[in-house]
């Protein structure tokens, strides 16, 4: 069975940087699109970017500027960095597993959901 | 970026009730859509790929159809476990969006 349990800092400043990581427990780290999604409070979700087990990311236009993932493949963890933040950045943020086929994808395991705040 | 439309934005009905909720995209997506349910407090769940496809796991009461831009999800006789709120997603080009919800109450 495939979990994915993340962690991180949920209460950050105006200004400062969210770096959340999250770990795959069981099934393979190889060939899936690991990936960041956010949902603000009361709104739906916003994706945010995704990263493969060799590095390759896509981010959102719209974050692009502040965002960067990386993956650690040996401890099957992937990571997410959002710099700048201010109170817009409020939300809860997930890790999931993309998995991609001829004419599909879709996201079949998600983390447990981190909720950041960011106030002063 | 693509847009996706759902409508209602919400709905009340009786268990029992056959329920559709419809996504539009702002542009033709193929068939690429999933719809994810999403209950307080928890992670989405994956109920629909491919805009048609159920996935392992998910009650065949749950259906999905449509391709280009319009998108229906039907639940065809409704159980108090399925009030929640759901959501579109399109996957067919970067950034990936998804709707903004119908969150669906019961009568």
């Known amino acids: 069975q495939v979990q994915l349990q993340q962690w991180g800092a949920g209460l950050l400043k105006p200004s400062e940087t969210l770096s959340l990581t999250c770990t795959v427990f069981g099934g393979s780290f190889s060939g899936y699109y690991w990936s960041w999604v956010r949902q603000p409070p009361g709104k739906g979700p916003e994706w945010i970017g995704e990263i493969n087990h060799g590095g390759y990311t896509n981010y959102n236009p719209s974050l692009e500027s502040r965002v960067t993932t990386s993956v650690d493949t040996s401890k099957k963890q992937f990571t997410l960095k959002l710099t700048s933040l201010t109170a817009a950045d409020t939300a809860v943020y997930y890790c999931a597993r993309g998995q991609a086929g001829p004419t599909n994808f879709y996201y079949d395991y998600w983390g447990q959901g981190t909720l950041v705040t960011v106030s002063s | 970026a693509i847009q996706m439309t759902q409508s209602p934005s919400s709905l009340s009905a009786s268990i029992g009730d056959r329920v559709t909720i419809t996504c539009r995209a702002s542009?033709?997506?193929?068939?690429?859509l999933g719809w994810y349910q999403q209950k307080p407090g928890k992670a989405p769940k994956l109920l629909i790929y491919a805009a048609s496809s159920l996935q392992s796991g998910v009650p065949s009461r749950f259906s999905g159809s449509g391709s280009g831009t319009d998108f229906t999800l039907t639940i065809s006789s409704l159980q108090p476990e399925d009030f929640a709120t759901y959501y579109c997603?399109?996957?067919?080009?970067?950034?990936?969006?998804f709707g903004q919800g119908t969150k669906l109450e019961i009568k």
């Open positions: 997603l399109q996957d067919y080009n970067y950034p990936y969006t």
């Open positions: 542009q033709g997506i193929r068939s690429e």
